[in-house]
């Protein structure tokens, strides 16, 4: 007998019986780099010698868990929320206290108020585009906004299965979610030459191809990038909107980075304000989903779980399909809709956080900077390496040396060759950290080359 109390061969659900897609998820966060680096790290604890004496993991998008400093105004919101008897207590100011009063009336009353403050925000950000705050859902990260979003989308069987363009390289969850929902992944080449930028004949040749086998039905961007760290031009941004318009896809603009611009003469644009600018043909016509989240940015609070999607131009019917679905789940939980308010709704120049709030951001998004200009240029100094600027994002895609050894070694470890010997790292760990990191990088790809080339 199992010990459960049953026999293997009794149980309902078994490899043989489970969902087919979920064993076709990859998830290379949880993938054997990270899992001998825990090996490693549990070894160390352990006391065995090894020529270094701590793992820096700069595998891992979690700013906080990489020693970036929390806003002092959020976490203080969220204890009030948390427990509204420190509303008497002194040490905290009135600006985050009416704040929390203010949320915590709200979400008596339901979201609403939520979804209007971060109608109001999107409004701001965009130069005074409206958004109607029946278009935002909030959501519990942005993830769950684009699983919800694809989950829409799929439909079909065979040559009439839903296929939706994704950038390589690209961010997991989104090749994890359409494998999990039976979609087509058609993929999209970003130019690593053109620092990562979007070609248009590529997303033509790619659609081309993928119509032969599915019928693809939405393109999903993630601007700022990750894993490329590039940051996409007004230009393309446009192009990408006439190409989705002539081929009747559905946009995805994944925006959680918007932020995090670094780059001298790079600059974020959203997808909704470019679209609302280019004039009614489009702006009529294109649907658009955008996500932001809590968990970027200078915010880096990705354990609060929050975020929101803005829908344009969905059709009503499915627009209330989409709010019966995420009705279902139940709203996100309290505290990262908490969070998602201050995040949209800050403190102000008359407040007394403000001075705080914005040393804290601009010092923030200052070390990300400095951190992403650090990267690019000590890994360009290694001979072999390439490293395009780190224009936004957390992140570094850089590619190694070309020789046949490396292709080799690469292949054996089961890598798509496409991506041989390129690798991300994040620019998250404390600057003396990721000096380190660096250092080491530089050591090993030396010696490497030296050994087999
Ligand atoms: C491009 C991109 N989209 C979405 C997410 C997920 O964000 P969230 O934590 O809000 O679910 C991440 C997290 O790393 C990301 O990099």
Redesign the pocket.
């Known amino acids: 007998m199992a010990q459960n109390g049953c026999e293997h061969s009794e149980r309902v659900l078994t490899m043989d019986t489970m969902n087919p897609n979920v064993k076709r998820v990859e998830y290379a966060v949880r993938g054997p780099i990270v899992q001998r680096a825990v090996q490693i790290e549990r070894e160390l604890n352990m006391g065995i010698k090894k020529p270094f004496t701590e793992v820096i993991k700069a595998n891992i998008?979690d700013c906080h868990a990489m020693g970036q400093k929390p806003i002092t105004f959020f976490r203080q919101v969220l204890a009030l929320c948390s427990y509204p008897d420190l509303l008497e207590d002194s040490k905290f100011p009135e600006d985050a206290k009416s704040r929390a009063r203010r949320i915590l009336q709200a979400i008596s009353q339901g979201i609403e108020m939520i979804r209007q403050d971060v109608a109001r925000y999107i409004e701001r950000r965009d130069g005074g585009i409206t958004c109607d705050p029946d278009n935002i859902y909030l959501s519990t990260?942005?993830?769950?906004g684009?699983v919800t979003m694809l989950k829409l989308l799929v439909s079909g069987e065979g040559v009439s299965r839903t296929g939706v363009m994704i950038s390589i390289p690209q961010?997991p969850?989104y090749s994890a979610a359409l494998a999990d929902l039976g979609a087509v992944q058609i993929s999209y080449y970003l130019d690593e030459d053109n620092c990562w930028s979007l070609d248009i004949n590529e997303l033509r040749r790619a659609l081309q191809e993928a119509k032969k086998h599915c019928s693809p039905q939405a393109l999903c961007i993630?601007n700022p990038g990750?894993p490329t760290g590039q940051v996409q031009s007004r230009q393309c941004i446009e192009d990408v909107i006439r190409f989705a318009a002539a081929e009747k896809l559905f946009l995805m603009a994944?925006e959680?980075?918007q932020d995090n611009v670094y780059a001298e003469g790079s600059k974020f644009h959203s997808f909704k304000k470019v679209l609302f600018e280019m004039g009614p043909e489009y702006s009529e016509k294109v649907e658009l989903a955008s996500?932001h989240?809590?968990?970027?940015c200078y915010m880096g609070e990705?354990g609060f779980?929050g975020?929101y999607m803005e829908v344009i131009n969905l059709d009503p019917e499915v627009k209330f399909q989409l709010t019966k679905l995420v009705s279902v789940r139940l709203c996100p939980p309290v505290p990262g809709q908490a969070l998602l308010d201050v995040v949209v709704n800050p403190p102000q120049p008359d407040e007394p956080s403000y001075d705080t709030f914005i040393k804290e951001r601009t010092d923030t998004l200052a070390t990300l900077a400095e951190k992403a200009s650090m990267t690019q240029e000590i890994l360009n100094q290694v001979p072999g390496i390439k490293c395009n600027p780190v224009q936004g994002a957390m992140y570094t895609f850089p590619r190694e040396g070309t020789s046949s050894r490396y292709v080799l070694l690469y292949e054996a470890s089961g890598r798509k060759r496409h991506l041989f010997g390129s690798w991300q790292m994040t620019i998250l760990p404390p600057v003396e950290k990721l000096k380190i990191v660096l250092a080491k990088i530089k050591e090993f790809h030396q010696h490497f080359v030296e050994q087999y080339s």
């Open positions: 998008g990260g942005a993830s769950d684009i961010y969850l993630i990750n994944d959680v980075y996500f989240s809590t968990s970027k990705c779980r975020g």
